[in-house]
Structure formats: C-alpha cells, structure tokens
C-alpha cells in the first residue's frame, strides 16, 4: 500500500524504518513514554490495559496448576546473592545497589530485585521442613530493576513488569516435569491469547540462566526477521537450596536439599504484540488482549444526536452483553475519517460505523482491522456477528504470523550457508550443531546471532548422520539460530 493510500500518516511504515515505526507506535498510540530516568518508561493507560489482560488469561492458568500468589521484598542484602556464585556473576553488572536509608550509610548494600530466587530461597529454608511441605509452588506479580545499557521500551528496559514462579520439590524428575509443565504453559498461552507461534526448547548452558542447571525458553520471530525470547522456565537443580540450604525431611526421615524451579514472563510480551502483528499503518491488536475490541463510530450528519447516537448506544449495550469491549467515539471536535485513522493506528480489531442511513436500514457497517474488509451487518444481529468476527480475526493474526514464521525458517547445512542466510534473509536457521561452546561462539561472533533453542524433536537422532556446520564434526542437535532483541 502506498503511503497516499494509507488512512494512517503520522507514524512511519515499517517497511521504511522498522525501529522508527515501532518507536513512534509505542509513543503515538500511548502505549508507553520515556522519562527523565535512563531505560525506564511510563506504561500508559492503554498500555497498562494490555498488561492487565495479559495478567489476567495468565494468572488464571497459572492458578489453575496448583500455583498460587505469594509477594516477596523488593530489596535483597547483598550477602543473599553472594551465595550462589554464578548466580551473583551473572547479574552483577545489571544490578542497582541501595547503601542509604535516609541520612545513615546501611551497614549492608541492598540489590534492587533483579530476579528473587536469593530472598525466596531464604523465605524457603524457614518454611520447608518436611516431605509433607511440598511442593510449594509459589508465584508472584512484580516489578524487577536490572541496569541496562542499551534500552528500548517494553524489550529492554530498566524496570520492567513480570510474573515470576517458584517451586520447590521432593525430587528432581518432579522438578523437570514442572519445568516443562510451564513451557508448555506459555507455548499454548502465546499461540492463543497473543496470536503469536512460538519455538520451545532447551537453551544452551552458555545462554542459560545464571545459577540454572537448564534453562528452557520460547522464542518468536518478529516480522523483521529478528528473534525475541518470550518466557523462560529454568530447572534449578539443587544449587539454591544448597547456598541457602533448603533442607526437607524426606518419607525415610532423612534429610535431603529440595529440588527447584523458577520461571518468568514480562511486559516484553506487548512489544511482541507490536512487532509481530503490527502493519504500516500501526497496531493490529489481538481481540483477546485488545482494550477495546469493537469501538462504535456514529457518523455525525444533520441532528445525528437524536437519529443515529440513540442507535450507537444501543448497539453498544448489546455487544457489552455480548461480552464484547467496546467503545462509542462520539466525540464533535474529531471527523470520523480522523476517528477512523486514530482506531486503526491503535489497533482495535473491529470498527463498528454507524450513520442516518445506516439507521434507516437498521444496519451498521463493520470494519475489521486485520485485512481492512468491510460488511454490512443487521443491527438485530449485530452483537453475534461482531463476536465471531473477532474470533475470526484472533485465528487470522496467528494465521499470518505462523505462515512469517514457515516462510522465514530456512535450514543451513555448512558455515557459508549459515552466514549468507543470517545476513541476507534473517529469520530462523536450523542446522547442526556439534554441541561445543567454541563454535557457539564463533558463529555469534561472526554472524551476531545466537542458538535461540533447541526443541526436543531436534536432539540427538534428528542430528543423525549430520555434521556441524561450524566445525565439521559431528552432530550433537539441530539448534535454531537468530540474531534477535
């Protein structure tokens, strides 16, 4: 579409400048905005919108697992992250130190969350104290600080939003099954609330999470061929409840260090949204996460006060009992054609346009915002209509960005292969690795992309026969590689 063609013109299509486009959407669509405060935005009400109906399909599924909600300090002592050294190694350049309170130097620097497992495992150690104890499976909605040096707002910021869960086992295949338990969980949560496929797998001991015996991740390719991680889940082993020591009576009456899990998902998941769906014109918002799903548009003509707004309102009423959130735009200082462009910039699935003829005819005029297609629909019917459309809608976005995603995974079986693919396509490249850190490093140093994960049908017999495409030797897995966010 050429931009005289496009209803939307104060944002920058993303076919021009990709990082542009998706700045000026986050500022123009008021989703979030930048503070004085290196790396840490303001969420704004619509914004904060889309979170909260993340939070809510989230927390419901976690909750039906068993978890439940707990809230933990925002400031842990320094001697708490010191005890589990990789762990503290692996955060230290990201954390912000508290050393005042008030006029008084504190006798010990408190880190601001990075991440909870070094409070939590300390919270454990006092509660845990018999087999019968377990499991505990804990989760917690919270805000986390980590300095970054290079932010972008909702992929990469200093503070940012997530929830994060923690659990504790009597035994270490409990512990795995809980690990993947959650992998599983936010696959399915992604695919059907966010419309958006994901890659599950195991990360690499070199990307895993510091103090994790494995880390597990899902990974979705953004519509500019860049890879973003979405949600991990790691197996902690028995290394926390070791450094704070977490110990259980078992059914033997002998006492033995609980098995761990930890894992996370953060407001990253709207900047997914942003760039995995959104077009030229801006947003295209999925209808189960979307603030508003349909908003009403009366077409102001004559005394459309008393013909046409008596019908708006109506019609909202009964797409509200429809379960529809919707919205009357009935605002005189705006055109409709400015209304128009604001809804499709901000990404709202349906637009529902009603005028005196439309009233007339006892019908209204929808218009849905993933393939920009009009119909006429009976006023009679229209909360039925609206609903299935947006249905249809939610399956047409992951639709799309499933196809992106096959059309853009592409298999490379030498080095060369792998740099031209990385380099001139982008997108995923599967091929064989020989599972060493060496040429881990090497293909991230010469291509800056990364194995983003390695899914259970791609280990061992899938590699088969196979050689790295780094080093020549044999293959150990089929990894997937990226350069990503």
């Known amino acids: 579409m050429s931009k005289d063609e496009r209803l939307v013109r104060q944002i920058t299509p993303k076919s021009e400048d990709f990082s542009r486009w998706y700045a000026e959407i986050v500022q123009k ?170 890659v599950a797998g195991r990360k690499t001991l070199r990307e895993k999470f510091a103090g994790a015996q494995m880390t597990y ?61 959104g077009d030229d014109s801006g947003l295209r918002l999925p209808p189960r996460v979307a603030p508003v799903q349909a908003v009403l548009v009366p077409i102001a003509f004559g005394n459309w006060k008393e013909t046409v707004l008596p019908a708006v309102l109506a019609a909202a009423e009964s797409l509200k009992k429809a379960g529809v959130r919707v919205q009357v735009d009935a605002r005189e200082e705006f055109t409709p054609g400015w209304k128009f462009a604001e809804h499709e910039m901000r990404g709202v699935p349906l637009r529902i346009e009603i005028g005196p003829r439309d009233v007339k005819s006892g019908q209204a005029i929808l218009v849905r915002r993933d393939a920009k297609t009009k119909e006429a629909v009976s006023l009679d019917s229209l909360a039925e209509k609206a609903a299935a459309l947006l249905d249809d809608i939610q399956a047409s976005l992951f639709k799309a960005a499933l196809q992106y995603r096959e059309e853009n995974t592409r298999e490379a079986g030498t080095y060369g292969e792998l740099k031209d693919l990385i380099e001139t396509k982008r997108g995923f490249v599967k091929g064989p690795w020989c599972g060493g850190e060496v040429c881990e490093d090497k293909i991230k140093a010469e291509t800056m992309a990364t194995i983003r994960v390695i899914p259970p049908d791609c280990e061992g017999p899938a590699a088969r026969g196979k050689t790295c495409v780094c080093c020549g030797r044999e293959a150990k897995a089929l990894a997937y590689f990226a350069r990503a966010y």
């Open 29 to 198: 669509a008021e989703l979030a905005d930048y503070t004085p405060m290196k790396g840490m935005m303001v969420i704004r009400p619509y914004g904060y919108a889309i979170w909260e109906n993340i939070q809510r399909l989230m927390d419901r599924r976690i909750k039906d697992t068993g978890h439940v909600n707990a809230y933990f300090p925002l400031f842990i002592p320094e001697s708490f992250l010191k005890k589990e050294a990789e762990h503290v190694e692996g955060f230290s350049p990201e954390v912000a130190w508290v050393t005042m309170g008030g006029k008084e130097e504190l006798e010990e620097r408190l880190a601001v969350r990075p991440t909870s497992e070094a409070i939590i495992g300390y919270m454990y150690s006092k509660w845990i104290k018999s087999w019968r104890d377990l499991p505990i499976l804990y989760n917690q909605w919270a805000n986390i600080v980590r300095w970054e040096k290079v932010t972008r707002p909702f992929l990469r910021t200093t503070e940012f939003l997530w929830q994060e869960g923690h659990t504790c086992h009597e035994t270490a295949e409990e512990a795995q099954e809980e690990t993947l338990k959650i992998l599983a969980l936010y696959k399915e949560f992604c695919e059907t609330e966010l419309a958006i496929p994901v």
């Open 217 to 277: 991740a899902i990974e979705a390719l953004m519509s500019d061929g860049k890879a973003l991680q979405m949600g991990t889940s790691h197996n902690l082993g028995q290394h926390f409840s070791k450094a704070f020591d977490i110990k259980f009576e078992d059914r033997n009456q002998t006492l033995q260090y609980v098995w761990q899990t930890s894992w996370g998902a953060t407001t990253r998941m709207i900047g997914a949204v942003i760039m995995a769906h």
